[in-house]
């Protein structure tokens, strides 16, 4: 029988003293252990530095590799030098002020290796922390967000957790499911960067525009691409914690509850710019991605873009069309 393949993991990290052991040392706490890492401190000016050499130091694990580099590229340019040093068909990138569950990429090689269909991108839920990793939220509310569940419902089983009384833990005894998404919308949600794992070969397909234009939004981007070309899988299952610390480059809003604003920044223009980078890439890689997805994923995709992006351009060509008809 074959056995699973080996998995890359870039830890990026700018700044996240406090946190980026705790990241490093989840990743080396990994069940499957046929994992290599790249820890990418991208010129941070906190003493990050020193905390990683110290926590690898004492790790001393030969799957581990520590590059620094001397000015800060944001978090395209860092995952993409991580990704220099990795050679394995599936990777991950863990943001540094968060952490993952010893089961996060045994649960998505799983995902990745269904018999039903095969796809480019595998994301889960996470719970939301504070900054000293005490529970705010069993789940990131815009996780494969669905907006028509039922107004009115029951709470399955294994959306309750166990408590322990002597210690405080929060545990989850049920298996929730992992769901094929085929079809992008411009509402399709997925998570952070921390909670995917990717296939290297589509990585490198797509992730090609200029490190300023992605120093920040790399899991939006990629998600994006890969709903349209491939189709995702959604893991139901909180296999991380994303931490809420107060110092966040993006969430940084408060936990209320309901649906939260969790960043002050202005989501549809950050979005939109998103978007339109992802057209971008579609149309000057054009070549590339239809030798790789055919002619109908391609168009697929520019169709859905171009109608998210330019709806009035749209319904005016499909009035144009409709006039033709009855001409």
Not at 152 to 180: F, N, Q
Not at 251 to 272: H, K, Q
């Amino acid at each position: 029988m074959p056995i699973v393949p080996p998995v890359g993991v870039v830890i990026a990290n700018f700044n996240s003293a406090p946190y980026v052991a705790a990241a490093i040392e989840s990743a080396a706490s990994q069940t499957i252990r046929d994992i290599y890492v790249v820890v990418v401190d991208d010129a941070s000016t906190d003493g990050s530095d020193e905390i990683i050499r110290n926590v690898l130091s004492r790790l001393n694990d030969p799957r581990f590799h520590y590059v620094r580099l001397g000015s800060n590229v944001g978090q395209a340019g860092a995952i993409r030098r991580g990704l220099a040093e990795l050679k394995t068909p599936f990777v991950c990138f863990l943001d540094s002020d968060d952490y993952w569950y010893p089961e996060f990429v045994a649960q998505h090689l799983t995902a990745h290796l269904n018999a039903d269909f095969p796809v480019a991108l595998s994301f889960c839920d996470s719970h939301i922390v504070d900054s000293s990793g005490r529970m705010l939220a069993a789940t990131a509310w815009w996780f494969d967000f669905n907006d028509g569940k039922p107004a009115h419902r029951l709470l399955a089983p294994a959306m309750i957790p166990d408590i322990r009384s002597a210690t405080g833990e929060v545990t989850y005894s049920g298996k929730r499911p992992m769901i094929l998404r085929t079809k992008w919308t411009r509402d399709s949600a997925t998570n952070t960067t921390a909670s995917m794992m990717l296939r290297r070969n589509f990585v490198d397909l797509v992730l090609v525009p200029p490190d300023r234009l992605l120093t920040l939004y790399v899991d939006y981007y990629l998600s994006t691409f890969a709903a349209l070309l491939t189709g995702v899988v959604a893991i139901h299952d909180s296999l991380y914690a994303y931490r809420v610390h107060g110092a966040n480059r993006h969430s940084n809003g408060e936990v209320f509850g309901g649906l939260y604003s969790s960043s002050t920044a202005d989501w549809g223009a950050i979005r939109t710019g998103i978007l339109q980078l992802v057209r971008a890439t579609l149309r000057e890689e054009a070549a590339a991605i239809r030798q790789a997805f055919g002619d109908y994923r391609y168009n697929l995709a520019e169709r859905l873009l171009t109608d998210v992006l330019e709806p009035r351009s749209w319904s005016m060509k499909a009035r144009d069309r409709v006039r033709r008809l009855f001409r």
